[in-house]
Protein backbone atom coordinates (compact mmCIF):
# COMPACT_ATOMS: atom_id res chain seq x y z
CA UNK A 1 0.00 0.00 0.00
CA UNK A 2 1.88 3.21 -0.88
CA UNK A 3 1.91 6.64 1.28
CA UNK A 4 -1.33 7.83 -0.37
CA UNK A 5 -3.74 4.80 -0.13
CA UNK A 6 -2.77 4.46 3.85
CA UNK A 7 -3.78 7.89 4.38
CA UNK A 8 -7.14 7.72 2.87
CA UNK A 9 -7.13 3.99 4.59
CA UNK A 10 -6.88 5.80 7.71
CA UNK A 11 -9.07 8.38 7.14
CA UNK A 12 -11.99 5.99 6.06
CA UNK A 13 -11.25 3.43 9.10
CA UNK A 14 -11.61 6.83 11.55
CA UNK A 15 -15.32 6.80 10.25
CA UNK A 16 -16.28 3.37 9.60
CA UNK A 17 -17.92 0.65 11.92
CA UNK A 18 -15.88 -2.87 11.89
CA UNK A 19 -17.32 -5.44 13.80
CA UNK A 20 -15.45 -9.31 13.41
CA UNK A 21 -12.63 -7.44 11.57
CA UNK A 22 -15.37 -6.66 8.38
CA UNK A 23 -16.41 -2.87 7.77
CA UNK A 24 -20.34 -3.10 8.05
CA UNK A 25 -20.42 1.02 7.20
CA UNK A 26 -19.93 4.74 7.39
CA UNK A 27 -20.45 6.65 10.08
CA UNK A 28 -22.23 10.10 8.29
CA UNK A 29 -22.91 12.81 11.00
CA UNK A 30 -25.67 15.05 8.85
CA UNK A 31 -28.27 12.70 7.13
CA UNK A 32 -29.58 15.19 4.12
CA UNK A 33 -33.18 15.72 4.49
CA UNK A 34 -33.76 18.42 1.98
CA UNK A 35 -31.82 20.34 -1.11
CA UNK A 36 -31.98 23.27 -2.68
CA UNK A 37 -31.62 26.62 -1.81
CA UNK A 38 -30.38 25.61 1.38
CA UNK A 39 -29.12 21.93 2.45
CA UNK A 40 -31.16 20.84 5.82
CA UNK A 41 -29.73 17.74 7.63
CA UNK A 42 -30.66 15.81 10.61
CA UNK A 43 -27.94 15.77 12.95
CA UNK A 44 -27.07 12.56 13.96
CA UNK A 45 -24.66 12.96 17.06
CA UNK A 46 -27.32 15.59 18.53
CA UNK A 47 -30.76 14.67 16.48
CA UNK A 48 -31.52 18.39 15.28
CA UNK A 49 -32.48 19.60 12.28
CA UNK A 50 -30.42 21.83 11.11
CA UNK A 51 -29.38 23.88 7.89
CA UNK A 52 -25.61 23.09 6.87
CA UNK A 53 -24.31 26.35 5.84
CA UNK A 54 -24.41 27.44 9.45
CA UNK A 55 -25.12 24.20 11.02
CA UNK A 56 -27.75 26.19 13.51
CA UNK A 57 -30.66 24.12 14.22
CA UNK A 58 -34.48 25.61 12.64
CA UNK A 59 -36.86 27.10 14.98
CA UNK A 60 -40.52 25.46 15.17
CA UNK A 61 -41.20 28.14 13.37
CA UNK A 62 -39.08 26.79 10.30
CA UNK A 63 -39.35 23.31 11.12
CA UNK A 64 -43.35 23.70 11.24
CA UNK A 65 -42.66 25.23 7.78
CA UNK A 66 -40.36 22.90 6.19
CA UNK A 67 -42.53 19.54 7.50
CA UNK A 68 -44.47 18.30 4.82
CA UNK A 69 -41.36 18.89 2.13
CA UNK A 70 -39.31 17.01 4.87
CA UNK A 71 -42.15 14.15 5.00
CA UNK A 72 -42.28 14.10 1.33
CA UNK A 73 -38.82 14.00 0.23
CA UNK A 74 -38.25 10.56 2.92
CA UNK A 75 -41.81 8.95 1.32
CA UNK A 76 -40.46 9.97 -1.95
CA UNK A 77 -37.12 8.06 -1.61
CA UNK A 78 -35.27 11.32 -2.57
CA UNK A 79 -33.47 11.09 1.23
CA UNK A 80 -32.06 7.76 0.42
CA UNK A 81 -30.94 9.11 -3.07
CA UNK A 82 -28.98 12.36 -1.58
CA UNK A 83 -27.52 9.69 0.90
CA UNK A 84 -26.24 7.53 -2.78
CA UNK A 85 -25.31 11.07 -4.30
CA UNK A 86 -23.57 12.41 -0.96
CA UNK A 87 -21.57 8.96 -0.65
CA UNK A 88 -18.32 9.54 -2.25
CA UNK A 89 -18.89 13.45 -0.86
CA UNK A 90 -18.69 11.35 2.65
CA UNK A 91 -16.02 8.91 2.21
CA UNK A 92 -14.00 10.15 -0.37
CA UNK A 93 -13.28 9.97 -4.45
CA UNK A 94 -13.28 5.71 -5.47
CA UNK A 95 -9.56 4.80 -5.71
Avoid: W
Avoid at 7 to 21: N, R
Avoid at 36 to 43: M, N, Q
Avoid at 63 to 76: C, P
Amino acid sequence: MNGDNHGEAQALHKYAHFKDGICRGIRINYLPLLIGEETIVLDRRDGRIKRLGDKKPLSDEELRTLEEDIIQAIESGKVELYLTLTFGEDVGPPP
